[in-house]
Every structure is written in structure tokens, then in C-alpha cells.
């Protein structure tokens, strides 16, 4: 089985393609002053555009783990997802509070999608 490297760097790449399965890594917001809905749009943006670069869109997602640092948030980031997610394709989802890694960060997600095929 191939495994393909998306914009690997010293420490992770963006995706790993392996096979017909693609993970995401964790995808974090850009303005960390932000609040929970900014904050959200953005990582679902981000993960747009991930999956525009390998030629897929959010109907290939299979599965998103959503963390927040506080869970106050939920109800805020749910309104954004509910705005984003395809509702003829809705992703398997778990959410939970964690400490994330930067101070001001409120949210990450982790993907895991099919490859899109061109048929």
C-alpha cells in the first residue's frame, strides 16, 4: 500500500495519504485572541482547503475529533458546524475538553477522510 506525505516539514506533514484513507493533522486556528466561533471558522476553513489540495471536499470527510479547551465553547463551535458540515454527508464526530497546546487556542480538529477518486 502507498503512503503519500502532504507538505511534510521537520516535525509533521499536513495529511498521509495511505491507501484510499487520508488523515489530517490536527487543524488549529490562526488568531488565537480570537473567540470560539472566529476560532472555528477558520479551522474548518483550513480544513477545506486541505481537502481542496488532494481534490476532495468536506463529502469525503469520514470522521472529526473536535477539541476544546474549555467546553463552555461546545455549544458556540456547534453553531459554526452546523453552518459548515454537508448534511447529506455527516462526518462520525467526538468532541472533548482538552488542554491544548497554545495559550489563546479553543479548538482543534483532526480529520480522517477518504481520497477522492476521479472518475
Same mark, same amino acid.
Given at each position: 500500500? *502507498?503512503?503519500?506525505?502532504i507538505n511534510p516539514g521537520p516535525?509533521?506533514?499536513e495529511a498521509v495519504i495511505v491507501g *484510499?484513507? @487520508?488523515?489530517?493533522?490536527?487543524? @488549529?486556528?490562526?488568531?488565537?485572541t480570537a473567540d470560539i466561533t472566529?476560532?472555528?471558522?477558520?479551522v474548518l476553513a483550513n480544513i477545506d482547503t486541505v481537502m481542496a489540495g488532494i481534490g476532495g471536499s468536506k463529502a469525503d470527510i469520514a470522521s472529526v475529533q473536535v477539541w476544546l479547551a474549555d467546553m463552555a *465553547?461546545?455549544?458556540g463551535m456547534n453553531a459554526v458546524w452546523d453552518e459548515w458540515v454537508d448534511?447529506?454527508?455527516?462526518?462520525?464526530?467526538?468532541?472533548?475538553?482538552?488542554?491544548?497546546?497554545?495559550t489563546g487556542m479553543r479548538v482543534e480538529m483532526i480529520v480522517v477522510a477518504r481520497r477522492p477518486r476521479n472518475e
Open positions: 500500500m *502507498d503512503m503519500t506525505r516535525r509533521m506533514s *484510499d484513507i @487520508v488523515f489530517l493533522a490536527g487543524q @488549529v486556528p490562526d488568531d488565537l472566529v476560532q472555528t471558522r477558520q *465553547d461546545f455549544a448534511r447529506a454527508n455527516p462526518p462520525a464526530r467526538a468532541t472533548g475538553g482538552v488542554p491544548l497546546a497554545r
